[in-house]
């Protein structure tokens, strides 16, 4: 029974305000586009959201063969805050960013701002302009040291991981970046020398050696869109730091369906 269906989620390198990855993956294989992504957000946003659009479909009868999931990390230091009204967090609100929540919302919204509750997601350096925001991110982070980060991010790559097996459902997981190196990946420069997460955590390692990696597609040994689009000399966004929409087609096409067709997953 062939694929109909294209579950997606990231941060904004996944973002449906502009026409990235998941938007020219599912017009190039045919497959209805059930995207999450969402600027700064962070990988139990990208866990959560698909889980949860994978859950309405099944609940629709949809076979899960005919499901296919593909998400594509972020940041492994941005933390998932959880706030609701038993907490006044009027004055860290940001238009449009946060808190974010998927529950009540639907795939290919330009954002998931909520005013009630959700997610306050993405790192400490991130305020948005706001100095509220700012200021609570990094004194909220104090609790949560780098190897706590990395823990959590790979406990969100093993939930999906697991949740895709128990419900027979493809998945594909993709990086914005050389995640495998956090903390030591940059996005301005080759990381070939440093230590892989799992050798810098031994609390990491053990999560590290049950992700399979069969379900993972690096460009290269461990990098991502960026470093593909960097490497192959292709356009950023003006901040240097975003692949432009041009870019994310040429990624699709000349990467990543490619390598889906050489694993027989399309």
């Known amino acids: 029974m062939p694929r109909k269906y294209l579950v997606a989620s990231g941060c904004s390198f996944s973002s449906n305000e502009a026409k990235t990855w998941p938007y020219y993956l599912s017009k190039e294989l045919g497959l209805k586009n059930l995207c999450w992504g969402n600027r700064a957000s962070g990988n139990r946003w990208i866990s959560d959201s698909a889980i949860y659009q994978t859950n309405l479909l099944l609940a629709e009868q949809i076979p899960s063969n005919e499901i296919l999931m593909v998400v594509m990390w972020s940041?492994?230091?941005?933390?998932?805050?959880?706030?609701?009204?038993?907490?006044?967090?009027?004055?860290?609100?940001?238009?449009?960013?946060?808190?974010?929540?998927?529950?009540?919302?639907?795939?290919?919204?330009?954002?998931?701002?909520?005013?009630?509750?959700?997610?306050l997601d993405s790192s400490e350096q991130i305020g948005f302009g706001n100095p509220n925001l700012l200021k609570y991110k990094q004194e909220a982070n104090k609790f949560f040291p780098m190897e706590s980060l990395a823990i959590d991010s790979y406990e969100c790559f093993l939930k999906l991981q697991w949740f895709c097996a128990s419900k027979g459902i493809a998945l594909v997981n993709l990086t914005i970046n050389d995640l495998m190196h956090y903390p030591n990946a940059e996005f301005r420069k080759p990381?070939?020398?440093?230590?892989?997460?799992?050798?810098?955590?031994?609390?990491?390692?053990?999560?590290?050696?049950?992700?399979?990696f069969d379900q993972w597609i690096f460009y290269k040994e461990s990098g991502g869109l960026f470093e593909y689009t960097r490497d192959s000399g292709l356009d950023f966004q003006p901040d240097r730091h975003h692949p432009s929409s041009g870019s994310h087609w040429i990624y699709v096409n000349n990467f990543l369906v490619p390598e889906l067709a050489n694993r027989h997953i399309v």
């Open 75 to 119: 940041s492994i230091d941005r933390k998932s805050l959880w706030l609701d009204a038993t907490f006044d967090y009027s004055d860290l609100l940001v238009q449009d960013y946060s808190p974010i929540n998927f529950v009540g919302a639907q795939a290919n919204q330009s954002s998931y701002f909520s005013s009630t509750k959700g997610f």
């Open 191 to 212: 990381i070939t020398t440093e230590p892989l997460t799992k050798d810098l955590y031994p609390n990491v390692a053990y999560l590290h050696s049950m992700l399979d």
